[in-house]
């Protein structure tokens, strides 16, 4: 059974850093399209940041030059790194894996930007 354990999340002051894991079970990452996903109270989910099996990344432009995904499949570990947190990056932020158009997706882990 495919699952993600998904850990890092936590209060931090504007300005701070996090760094936010996601490590599989159930399966190997080589072949999915891994992500980060958010979504803050009354908005809709939003994609962050995703990385192909050939390490290729997409961000978002609000976290562009902030935010930085990488991923070890030996490991099975997707990582998010965010640095210079503002309090719109406040949401629940979700681990993702795709692959053919199917979605999986963790629990979540909440980030809170706040002073």
């Known amino acids: 059974q495919l699952q993600f354990v998904e850990s890092g999340g936590g209060l931090v002051q504007p300005g701070g850093s996090l760094r936010l894991s996601c490590v599989a079970s159930g399966f190997t990452l080589d072949t999915y399209v891994m992500g980060w996903f958010r979504q803050a109270p009354g908005k809709e989910r939003e994609g962050v940041a995703t990385i192909t099996k050939y390490g290729t990344t997409n961000y978002a432009d609000s976290v562009k030059g902030r935010f930085t995904i990488s991923r070890d499949n030996a490991k099975k570990t997707v990582l998010l790194q965010m640095s210079s947190l503002k309090p719109e990056d406040t949401a629940a932020y979700y681990c993702?894996?795709?692959?053919?158009?199917?979605?999986?997706w963790g629990q979540g882990t909440q980030v809170t930007v706040s002073s």
């Open positions: 993702n894996a795709e692959l053919y158009g199917i979605n999986y």
